[in-house]
């Protein structure tokens, strides 16, 4: 299982992955927010540590990077003091068992492009109780739209844009739940054919 530990200086990376290492987690290190995507394009990873500067100091391109991965993974910031590792809103012990339940995966090749669309969920096709909704990113294949139902990965979902009759039905690929401060709770869908939801 690996963790992908984003700071600037090579003594805090190394700090931090000694930390990983004991609770059984391996790091990959990366010195800035620039290096992340392409990084999680190749390498399964199964959470994200950015380190509080870092992400403060981010351009508008690196907060959205950073904005898109806690909705993927689970992610934490951190800062160091002396020798401990501290985090924003919970401990690296509980952080690391966050991990060990996610299955590590990369992120999808194809660019989601923030766009919010009205649009209805529904986890049957009739639409019988459907969800009035908005996405917040979208690409050719899916999207991420918001949320405060339960959700099940693996459960079909169909989707129909605000003012249109076609339906797209998808794959619920990850669910956030609601009463969470790190997220906006919502499914990540990926749609079940070839389907592109901005020209519906």
């Not at 190394?14 to 927010?33: C, R």
């Not at 129909?160 to 009759?165: L, T």
């Amino acid at each position: 299982m690996t963790c992908v530990v984003v700071a600037r200086s090579e003594s805090v990376q190394n700090a931090v992955s000694i930390k990983l290492s004991s609770l059984g987690i391996s790091a990959l290190p990366l010195s800035s927010l620039g290096e992340l995507r392409k990084a999680l394009k190749t390498t399964p990873v199964c959470g994200v540590l950015l380190e509080f500067t870092a992400s403060i100091n981010a351009s508008m391109d690196g907060k959205q990077i950073v904005q898109e991965l806690v909705q993927i993974y689970p992610s934490c910031k951190f800062k160091i003091l002396g020798e401990e590792v501290l985090m924003l809103g919970q401990s690296l012990e509980s952080f690391a068992e966050e991990c060990r339940k996610f299955k590590p995966r990369v992120i999808r090749s194809d660019v989601r492009r923030t766009l919010h669309l009205s649009v209805y969920l529904s986890a049957d096709g009739a639409f019988k109780d459907a969800e009035a909704s908005v996405t917040l990113n979208v690409s050719e294949g899916g999207c991420f739209a918001y949320s405060v139902r339960e959700w099940n990965p693996g459960q079909s979902v169909w989707l129909r844009k605000a003012g249109s009759e076609t339906v797209l039905r998808g794959t619920v690929c990850g669910w956030l739940p609601w009463g969470n401060d790190k997220f906006v709770p919502g499914i990540n869908i990926k749609f079940d054919h070839e389907a592109n939801l901005l020209q519906l």
